[in-house]
């Protein structure tokens, strides 16, 4: 059963930046694709960026296009997430994910993380 352990997050004023890790607990997570989720008190959890296991294809939502980037090191079993020009609607609980699926719905990701508080005040 993969593990995972998000780190990262934390209070930052708009405009600023903070950057998520999410270390698994098994050698076998680079064989995965992984992702990061959001969810804000009363909204569903929403896509935020995927890789493949190899870091090849990238995909990120609308929202978050040219402000964060997510990056993974199979040798260390870590995913990132960098988060630019933060605003306050990206406030949230984010979580990391992995599976063989890759793509943008949180149904496809059998493994989890158990999130971590972004806060961004304006």
């Known amino acids: 059963q993969l593990k995972s352990l998000e780190s990262g997050g934390g209070l930052v004023q708009a405009g600023g930046s903070l950057r998520l890790s999410c270390a698994a607990s098994?050698?076998?997570?680079?064989?995965?694709?992984a992702g990061w989720f959001r969810q804000a008190p009363g909204r569903e959890r929403e896509f935020v960026a995927a890789l493949t296991w190899n870091g090849n294809s990238v995909l990120n939502a609308d929202s978050v296009k040219g402000r964060f980037t997510i990056t993974r090191d199979n040798g260390k079993d870590t995913l990132y997430l960098q988060m630019n020009s933060l605003k306050p609607e990206d406030t949230a609980v984010y979580y990391c994910a992995a599976s063989d699926f890759f793509g943008t719905t949180p149904e496809g990701y059998e493994f989890w993380g158990q999130g971590t508080q972004v806060t961004v005040s304006s």
């Open positions: 098994e050698r076998t997570f680079g064989r995965y694709a």
